[in-house]
C-alpha cells in the first residue's frame, strides 16, 4: 500500500517519524511529510504548497492519507476530493 502521512507540529513530526518506520517494517511504501515552520530532525519531506494543493496530489496518488493532528484539518483538506 502506498500512504502518505502528514503532520503539522514538532511532536506530530515525531510521531509520524515512528510511524512511517512501523509501516515500512509491515511492508507498506510510506512518505512523511511535514507542514509548517517547525525545526525537527524527523526526516519528513517540507511541504511549501498549499495544503488543499497538497492533498489533491496525494489523494490521486496514494492508497491512504493519514494526517497526524487536528481532525478538523483533515476533514477540511480531504472535502474536495471525497
Not at 507542514?35 to 525537527?40: A, M, R, Y
Amino acid at each position: 500500500m502506498n500512504i502518505a502521512l502528514i503532520t503539522f507540529t514538532k511532536q506530530g513530526a515525531y510521531t509520524c517519524g515512528k510511524a512511517v518506520k512501523i509501516l515500512e517494517k509491515q511492508g507498506h511504501s510510506c512518505r512523511g511529510y511535514k507542514k509548517g515552520s517547525f525545526e525537527d530532525d524527523s526526516g519528513l519531506e517540507p511541504v511549501a504548497e498549499s495544503l488543499q494543493d497538497w492533498t489533491g496530489q496525494q489523494f490521486r496518488g496514494m492508497d491512504a492519507l493519514i494526517f497526524i493532528g487536528a481532525a478538523g484539518i483533515a476533514v477540511r483538506a480531504v472535502a474536495p476530493f471525497v
